[in-house]
């Protein structure tokens, strides 16, 4: 069926972007009830919501491939920087009786080269246009060890992380916010104010349950929403669409704040 006469005439749809940035946190969350899923309901006809997940990456590799996600040429109205669950993993993992599997080392990234990469990440960014003000750098969720600890056993791995070493990220990764001057989501501290159950949180001890994702929403989308809350929904609401010459409402201006 042809295009309607003059329908080539209408004035190109600019459809901004948020840029989820991760590794397999942010891989997962456009699952059913994830934070990444929730996030792209809350924006329809504002946003598209690209999920960038990387299952097993570290900021050692996201700083290679950043460019090849983000150009000066198509700038998100927001991104959020998710890594730390890889980066803070242990490069000697603890002895532990019985299980004489060695770790594979290689997602592990020191302390100091963690938080050079990520500021090295929001500069990048900033220099293709993506100021500070529209980053959200997230830190990594606590780890529930035992539960975790019970996934390497069954894999034949030795406990390869520690809920206080990635505390230490999680600090490192709030105070490169502090100086980059970005916004942060601090979940490795809010997930334990008040002595919370991680089990709640937690589905494996790494990754997170459905409440989890939940609670990432729930304080993630305060963050993004200021970031977004000019935009207005893309193209007419369906009551105001011109009856007898729809193109006149549909060719036109792109955005509309009406409610759906």
Known sequence: MALAPGAAGGIPLFWPRVLLFGDSITQFSFQQGGWGAALADR???KCDV????????NTRWAKIILPRLVGSRDSPAV?????????????????TPCVPADENPRQHVPLEEYT??????????????????????????????????????AQGHRLNRRNS???????????????????????????????????????????????GNNFVFSHLWPLVEKKVSGLPLLLPYWKDVAEANPECSLLGQGGHSSAT
């Not at 991104?79 to 002895?95: E, Q």
């Not at 246009?129 to 019970?150: F, H, I, N, Y």
Request: hydrophobic content about 40%; some cysteine.
């Open 165 to 211: 070493v990635t505390g230490e990220y999680a600090r490192a990764c709030a105070q490169v916010a502090h100086d980059c001057g970005t916004d942060v989501l601090d979940l490795w501290t809010l997930m334990q104010k008040d002595d919370q159950d991680l089990s709640a949180y937690l589905s494996d001890g790494l990754h997170l349950s459905p409440e």
């Open 79 to 95: 991104v959020t920087i998710f890594f730390g669950a890889n980066d803070s993993s242990l490069r000697v993992p603890p002895v």
């Open 116 to 153: 050079a990469n990520l500021s090295a990440m929001v500069r990048y960014l900033h220099s293709v246009g993506v100021t500070e003000s529209r980053v959200v750098l997230v830190t990594p969720p606590p780890l529930w060890e035992a539960a975790w600890e019970e996934e390497c056993v």
């Open 43 to 45: 924006l329809v006809r």
């Open 50 to 57: 690209l999920n960038r997940g990387f299952s097993g990456y």
